[in-house]
């Protein structure tokens, strides 16, 4: 996750890992969008741990931050559907113009024909 996250790689926002936000530490924060992205290994599934991070993300929801989890099994087989959440989640957030190397050919075709008029 944080090779796709870091150096504003992941369409220039910035993103911190292992942020300290009150009580906790967030694995990854974006502070324009006040998202936080946690990724989740198995004793996450306990009853135990369901509470406490629904107590957590109740915590950082009542200060405006939204919590996206992910599965670490999931990370590894779903590797375009969490980057089509997040990135769906920023654009509600804080949005941003999509950088130009993912802009759709077809609008880089119809400017070049203007100019061959």
Known sequence: MWSWLRDRRFS????????????????????EAFLSIELDGGQH????????????DAFLAERGVKTLRFWNSQLRKEKDVI?????????????????EYCRPLIATCKNESEHDV
């Open 12 to 31: 220039e926002y910035k993103f911190r890992r292992q942020h300290g936000f009150g009580p906790f530490v967030l694995d990854f924060f974006c502070v």
């Open 45 to 56: 599934g306990h009853p135990s741990q369901r509470k406490t991070d629904a107590e957590r």
């Open 83 to 99: 980057l089509g959440t997040i990135w769906n989640e920023l654009q509600q957030r804080a949005p941003k113009p999509l950088p």
